[in-house]
């Protein structure tokens, strides 16, 4: 945990150009417990492992960086989380994100992202090209790298192109296609975007199980959005509840097994 310090020391330093936020709690209850996992010796609701506790702490800046120095530099963020089920004894993962900017005459950004997951002692390289504020919103590419295999470098490539349209029923479509390096799979998100962006629809199609989504915003602190399986048939009920300004429930109901509630509760500024 000796991270926490140097971030708060670095935001201390840098006021101003700087926000941490953080940290950020998340815990899990599954209900019932998931039947792969050993039964815990106390009570699913005294016992740490079954809420599946999760600290984040992140720091980002407020202003391009170094302007006078390297002016295509346009963000950067560091984050820090702790997963109490996989490393208690130190943060479980490191990353950094570091965006540039007037990629293809302002059609997008550069973005690249180094983490590491401490006890796997596994790095990853994520390299997005695209995707950024101007004419090319929605449009990338991007690449994820990976230490995991020492004969395959590129775990997965994916792409995304968006159309808008003038109609108030329907705003936008998006394609994403992805492949799996990995397991030589392919898979496809199409996803359509109302004129009041208020609803999506999501097919997700890929081998192991497609599904179709329809996210709706009933105001602005609940969001539903049922999911179907195409190859199952089996429907998972979620509800995103917003609480304020810092935190949010999030529940998944699967009316043939169990059901999830998460909590997450934020802070800014270490407070």
């Excluded at 330093?13 to 709690?25: M, Q, R, S, V």
């Excluded at 209850?29 to 009570?43: A, I, Y």
């Excluded at 796997?120 to 991007?142: A, I, S, T």
């Excluded at 105001?219 to 917003?242: F, H, R």
Aim: glycine share 10%.
């Amino acid at each position: 945990m000796k991270l926490i310090p140097i971030l708060l020391m670095l935001h201390t330093a840098c006021a101003g150009k700087f926000a941490l936020k953080g940290p950020t709690l998340t815990v899990t209850l599954r209900e019932p417990e998931d039947p792969n996992v050993e039964p815990s010796t106390t009570s699913s609701f005294a016992s740490i492992d079954s809420l599946s506790p999760n600290l984040a702490w992140s720091i980002r800046s407020t202003e391009p960086p170094l302007p006078g120095i390297l002016p295509s530099l346009q963000g950067i963020m560091a984050n820090m989380s702790y997963n109490y089920q996989r490393f208690r004894r130190g943060p479980s993962e490191v990353d950094l994100v570091v965006k540039f900017g007037s990629f293809l005459g302002g059609r997008g950004d550069v973005q690249i992202n180094p983490s590491y997951w401490i006890k796997e002692k596994v790095g990853l390289l994520r390299v997005q090209l695209g995707g950024g504020q101007g004419k090319g919103k929605g449009c990338f590419v991007m690449a994820q790298l990976s230490n995991r295999k020492p004969n395959q470098v590129v775990e997965f490539v994916k792409g995304s192109y968006r159309l808008t349209f003038p109609f108030n029923a329907i705003r936008a479509v998006e394609v994403a296609p992805t492949y799996n390096v990995n397991g030589g799979t392919g898979s496809c998100l199409i996803s359509g975007e109302s004129g009041s962006g208020r609803t999506a629809a999501l097919l997700n199609l890929n081998t192991m199980n497609p599904t179709l989504s329809v996210v709706h915003m009933l105001d602005d602190n609940n969001i539903i959005s049922p999911e179907i399986s195409i190859y199952t048939a089996k429907i998972l009920y979620k509800w995103d509840c917003k609480l304020g300004q810092s935190g949010n429930i999030k529940t998944t109901v699967d009316p043939t097994s169990a059901i999830e509630v998460s909590w997450t509760d934020e802070t800014n500024n270490g407070k």
